[in-house]
């Protein structure tokens, strides 16, 4: 079995790459909380920046794509599902704590 396309990759630049984009969002991300302060498609917004630093985060640093396949597909899933219940709590946060209150 030839596993060389599964091996981690040691090479710097594309971690440092990563680095550079995930730090380019996170400025991003405050500009347009600064800009948009209170806009309405505010949320879904920050949502999309969340899931892709996430998923840079996990294809660079966790390298996932290597992981098990089912620790790749849990971690994927979270990716997937956390900035959609943000967006859920931000339209439906009212309904969701009256459900929980005691």
Not at 46 to 59: E, H, N, S
Not at 87 to 96: P, Q
Request: proline share 3%.
């Amino acid at each position: 079995m030839d596993r060389t396309t599964d091996a981690p990759n040691t090479r710097l630049r594309p971690l440092v790459l990563a680095w550079v984009a995930l730090v380019t969002l996170t400025l991003l991300s405050a500009l347009l909380g600064d800009a948009l302060r209170g806009a309405a498609g505010l949320t879904a917004i920050v949502a999309a920046l969340i899931w892709l630093k996430a998923w840079l985060v996990a294809r660079a640093f966790l390298e996932a794509q290597h992981c098990h396949v089912f620790i790749r597909r849990l971690v994927f899933v979270f990716i997937a599902y956390a900035p959609v219940l943000l967006v859920l709590t931000d339209r439906y946060g009212g309904t969701f704590a009256a459900w929980v209150r005691l």
